[in-house]
């Protein structure tokens, strides 16, 4: 198992944590989240906090407590110099994104900062596949990558970005054309856009025959459709990677699945893999962190993925 850390930013930053929240720089914009794994106490004192801060995320008691607390609704307090909206970017080789960021009534801001470790994956191993690979060496025939639950896309741009065909399938149509702002901001176009139950889609996909070669998998621990599907974690993932056996291509492909639910360990992701793929070798899996600049380190979710 690893335990890693993102590198290569440079608008954004883990300043401290602590208390269940920490602090984070987005761009020129320093904002405080609730971090239910901030367990230890702050490294700076409150009034440090408050002299930096540019908005403040509260959850609203009574709104959705319990089972469902990563659709808990809150509210930002902000100072005047916070804008609705505003952009950073991030660069990895040849890879340079744009994403617009805002501050939206969940806690979220439009990207996972962790995830750009994996969006590296994505683009070095797509890269690899169209250079090295003889069945990407016909014309008109490109890498197909699948983004599963995909939100704004940070995965699919990343994909994109790397000379795939990618398939980008959220359950949220505002969400989804977040993504396609994204999109343009970086430079990039052509993508698929599909707004469906992520999991209905799959099981279409499997009786039509399709395949990729690469499909990347996010899911939250819960969610709803456009039609009110219902999404639970713990009871819907080991079908869904069932699934995505089948539309995994036979060489040539990657695999790749986050999770971040509290109670969930990289060997939960394991054991799914080993369930239902058949390796040659061992898959990579471990923990995202990034680190304070009081040298905590705060786990931000799980990984695994492997290369066919």
């Not at 320093?30 to 901030?38: D, K, Y």
């Not at 054309?177 to 901001?185: G, I, K, P, T």
């Not at 996010?218 to 990677?241: C, F, H, Q």
Request: proline fraction near 5%; charge should be neutral.
């Amino acid at each position: 198992m690893k335990i890693i850390t993102p590198e290569f930013w440079k608008d954004y930053e883990l300043i401290d944590s602590g208390g269940l929240e920490k602090l984070e720089r987005f761009g020129k914009y320093i904002l405080a989240r609730p971090e239910p794994q901030a367990v230890w106490s702050k490294a700076m004192t409150e009034a440090d906090w408050e002299s930096m801060l540019h908005a403040r995320y509260r959850r609203v008691k009574g709104l959705s407590q319990g089972k469902t607390d990563n659709f808990d609704k809150g509210e930002w307090i902000r100072k005047k110099s916070m804008p609705d909206q505003w952009m950073i970017s991030y660069s990895y080789n040849d890879m340079n994104l744009r994403f617009r960021l805002g501050l939206t009534a969940f806690g979220h801001v439009g990207i996972f900062p962790e995830q750009s470790e994996n969006w590296n994956y994505i683009y070095d191993t797509i890269t690899h596949q169209l250079s090295s690979s003889p069945i990407h060496q016909l014309p008109n025939s490109p890498a197909r990558v699948l983004n599963l639950f995909a939100y704004t896309g940070g995965a699919s741009l990343a994909a994109r970005a790397a000379g795939a065909d990618v398939v980008h399938v959220d359950s949220v149509k505002p969400v989804v054309n977040w993504a396609r702002e994204m999109m343009e901001s970086s430079g990039l176009k052509d993508i698929h856009w599909v707004v469906e139950d992520a999991l209905k889609f799959v099981k279409r996909e499997v009786k039509r025959g399709n395949t990729y070669q690469g499909i990347i998998l996010d899911p939250p621990a819960y969610g709803r459709g456009p039609d009110g599907e219902k999404w639970l974690l713990e009871e819907s993932i080991n079908e869904m990677v069932m699934l995505c056996k089948s539309l995994l291509g036979p060489e040539h492909g990657f695999f790749l699945m986050s999770l971040y639910s509290m109670g969930l360990s990289s060997l939960v992701a394991e054991s799914l893999i080993h369930t239902h793929f058949k390796l040659s070798g061992h898959p990579e899996s471990g923990e995202l962190f990034f680190q304070d600049q009081g040298g905590r380190k705060l786990p931000l979710g799980t990984y695994i993925r492997f290369l066919k």
